[in-house]
């Protein structure tokens, strides 16, 4: 019997821009609950929360404070159990977002590992370091953010390390006793009946304990990603992605596991191949994503036949599979113009691709990025490196669910303001509308639901020029051909495979088959039930 997260589709619900339930603003846990019965209905098979743990909020949740609690304004441990058992109900999973690298400072593992002494019982369950003699950084590690990944502490004379901002230092995952408190966080939510966990940051668990600095990238091979910011100038060798770090991926595996059927996946933004996101059957975690295809740009058949060359090389790896997600810009935005056909097309591809699905809030509507002005950021990122980089607010800004005040999301003041780009493209003027990027989403849902070869098949890259991308998913006796204008102009493509094949009724755009010839309208989907 295949697990249930095997060709599954997860909806990841940005919770505090989801639905607010109570006028303050910000979205909650019963706001997901009152808005339980749209996900069920696009036909997913659960979802994904982010972090819903009590937080200072300086990384918006992915520094947390307690691990056994619920943030004070998305409600309460009682309003999360309410929401799973009513998850449960209508037959979806329930994914949460477990931050187990790092802690917010104000944590009280942390407190007490600076305030505890040197030789306190959690003096070691952080990444502490004397500096140089000169009063400087340990080494030449640096933080995502900016700047070194070090800050300093006058009470305990020493650094301690953060890989993020500083308020959000690295746990110790050397130290045993620091080791089995993350382990049991997962236990504690496991025996509330959570179905899984996605993990943040999952390369990042291990640190070289001789502090050895990184290399930097070679001069020649950086390129605009390198520069985006200084941290990505240097490959992060030392500080996380050690080899190594694939054995306590397998420990978390078979800690969930021992819980029955449940799933637990990483996100993986660095050294892919070192430290653990190309899991396998043996050792690491069931699935992973990586940054690869959440950093193109660029509609290019190579680059995604590309990517799965590179899964191909661990056989026995199940990939989780996203285009869009709170930390980088918008499919329809990031890939062209926004467009609609732009964004159905690539929503068909996201359900088309072998893998576990991963779809953020609003790619169904297809919607792009919102554009804020700099004083209306509350993202760290996009304020430290403003004017270059908008940060991640365009994405996180809240649901449109109809066209009142806030486009429906909230009676009060949002967090983030509710973009105008969204206002044509709000639920309820989706769900009225037969042709809309929503309606086609659901269909596409169940299409991958009701074929085996779509959820659960292999996949067969056709050998067609680009801008086509056509591959073959089958199991079994299911064969289905996927083909995609990548062009914004109409094309016509010629594959031998397509010799008695039956164009599929679902489609985006318009296609014209012809024996083994098929033509395709600009930006088109297609899906043919081969022989």
Not at 135 to 155: D, E, I, R
Not at 327 to 348: H, I, W
Not at 349 to 363: D, F, N, R, S, V
Not at 473 to 498: G, K, M, Y
Request: charged share 25%; proline share 7%.
């Amino acid at each position: 019997m295949q697990p249930w997260w095997k060709g599954a589709v997860l909806y990841h619900v940005y919770v505090r821009s989801f639905f607010d339930s109570d006028g303050d603003g910000h979205g909650d846990l019963p706001g997901v609950l009152a808005k339980l019965d749209y996900i069920a209905g696009l036909g997913v098979d659960g979802i994904w929360l982010s972090p819903i743990h009590p937080s200072p909020n300086r990384d918006w949740g992915y520094d947390i404070a307690d691990f056994e609690g619920v943030q004070h304004d998305y409600g309460t441990l009682e309003d999360f159990q309410a929401l799973l058992e009513a998850a449960h109900a209508r037959g979806l999973k329930v994914v949460l977002d477990e931050v187990l690298s790092h802690t917010s400072d104000e944590h009280p593992w942390f407190v007490e590992s600076l305030t505890g002494g040197k030789d306190g019982p959690k003096a070691d369950w952080y990444v502490w370091a004397d500096p140089k003699p000169d009063g400087t950084a340990p080494n030449n590690w640096l933080s995502v953010f900016g700047g070194p990944a070090w800050a300093y502490q006058p009470k305990r004379r020493q650094h301690y390390h953060h890989k993020f901002l500083r308020q959000q230092p690295k746990l110790n995952w050397r130290n045993p006793a620091a080791r089995e408190a993350a382990l049991g966080v997962l236990d504690y939510w496991l025996d509330k009946g959570v179905d899984g966990f996605r993990l943040d940051v999952a390369g990042t668990y291990l640190h070289d304990e001789t502090l050895t600095d990184n290399p930097p990238v070679p001069p020649g091979e950086r390129t605009g990603l390198h520069w985006s910011h200084a941290g990505n100038l240097q490959r992060h060798l030392h500080d996380s992605n050690l080899p190594e770090n694939v054995e306590v991926l397998d420990v978390i595996r078979r800690r969930v596991e021992a819980h029955g059927d449940r799933f637990v996946f990483g996100e993986f933004s660095e050294e892919e191949a070192r430290c653990g996101a190309y899991c396998s059957r043996e050792d690491g975690l069931h699935s992973g994503y990586t940054f690869v295809m959440l950093l193109a740009r660029k509609l290019d058949p190579a680059f995604v036949r590309e990517h799965y060359r590179t899964l191909a090389d661990y056989p026995v790896h199940w990939p989780t599979i996203s285009f869009s997600n709170h930390d980088v810009p918008r499919t329809a935005s990031r890939f062209g113009d926004g467009s609609p056909e732009l964004a159905k097309m690539m929503f068909a591809l996201l359900l088309a691709l072998k893998g576990t699905t991963l779809i953020y809030q609003g790619e169904e509507l297809g919607l792009p990025q919102a554009k804020l002005t700099r004083d209306q950021l509350r993202d760290p990122v996009g304020d430290l490196y403003w004017p270059y980089d908008g940060g991640r607010d365009g994405c996180r800004t809240p649901m449109p669910w109809n066209t009142d005040e806030n486009l429906g999301f909230t009676t009060g003041t949002p967090w983030l303001p509710a973009a105008e780009e969204h206002r044509a493209l709000t639920v309820e003027e989706q769900a009225a509308d037969p042709d809309s990027a929503l309606s086609f989403a659901t269909a596409m849902i169940a299409f991958r639901k009701g074929s085996a070869a779509m959820r659960l098949g292999e996949i067969r890259f056709l050998d067609l020029a680009g801008p086509i991308l056509g591959f073959v998913r089958e199991h079994a006796d299911d064969r289905i051909a996927c083909l995609f204008n990548f062009s914004a102009e109409p094309r016509f493509v010629s594959a031998p495979e397509l010799e008695g094949a039956e164009l599929l009724d679902l489609r985006a755009g318009d296609a014209d088959l012809r024996g083994g010839s098929i033509g395709l309208s600009p930006y088109a989907a297609a899906f043919l039930k081969l022989a």
